[in-house]
């Protein structure tokens, strides 16, 4: 079973600050990394795919990156509505999801 | 646009069945491209994945879940559905339905559902 570990599990950031939130995975997954938003009250939204593209209608603010073990996704110029929690999820076996990074405004 | 309706009693007792449907529109469940999932988020938590099907009826389970989990498919309605068994008050949660891109199996979920409450006491 491979595990997701987030790293912040929360951070604190004003609007316009570049924000980057880390997930590890107990072993390869090779590129079937994908990050998520999820807003309060709403279901989740898909923000990248596969380590790094982007999702039909995501700003262009949030990126992905990284490969094997180690990923990051970067939100360049926090806007209000990116203060949500974020989780990674990797696809290369059965669907895990990381446990969270909630992005709370300072 | 495709939209993904979670639907199924809100209350459920302990030791009985958890049913679950999930209602595909805007368009049709039996895609190529595609797989149809569900995922649960219990208070205050994180995300659990359940189990993936595909329209022809291939599944995956979550292991921890498997036991007591079936899911299925019913093309002619763009349905697809969850049943738990023996719930317990662990199974509390808000329930998805989602769809899963194929990229050489099962990938990302990139359409939810809204989400349903499904709450285990007597």
């Known amino acids: 079973d491979i595990l997701m570990t987030q790293s912040p599990s929360s951070l604190s950031a004003s609007v316009g600050d570049t924000v980057t939130i880390t997930c590890r995975a107990s072993?390869?997954?090779?590129?079937?990394l994908n990050w998520y938003q999820q807003r309060p009250g709403k279901a989740p939204s898909l923000l990248i795919y596969?380590?790094?593209n982007l999702h039909d209608g995501v700003p262009s603010r949030f990126s992905g990156s990284g490969s094997g073990t180690d990923f990051t996704l970067t939100i360049s110029g926090l806007q209000p509505e990116d203060f949500a929690i974020y989780y990674c999820?990797?696809?290369?076996?059965?669907?895990?999801f990381g446990q969270g990074t909630r992005v709370e405004f300072k | 646009q495709l939209q993904l309706q979670e639907s199924g009693p809100g209350l459920v007792k302990p030791s009985e069945t958890l049913s679950l449907t999930c209602t595909v529109s805007?368009?049709?469940?039996?895609?190529?491209?595609?797989?149809w999932g569900w995922i649960r988020q219990p208070p205050g938590k994180g995300l659990e994945w359940i189990a993936t099907i595909y329209y022809r009826g291939t599944t995956y389970y979550n292991p921890s879940l498997k036991s007591r989990v079936t899911i299925s498919v019913d093309t002619s309605k763009d349905q697809f559905s969850l049943r738990l068994r023996s719930v317990t008050a662990a199974d509390t949660a808000l329930y998805y339905c989602?769809?899963?891109?194929?990229?050489?199996?099962?990938?990302?979920?990139?359409?939810w559902g809204q989400g349903t409450q499904v709450t285990v006491s007597s």
């Open positions: 072993q390869s997954v090779y590129s079937y």
């Open positions: 596969t380590a790094s």
């Open positions: 989602a769809r899963l891109v194929d990229v050489l199996g099962p990938t990302h979920f990139d359409q």
């Open positions: 999820q990797q696809s290369y076996s059965h669907p895990r």
């Open positions: 805007g368009g049709s469940i039996s895609g190529n491209n595609y797989y």
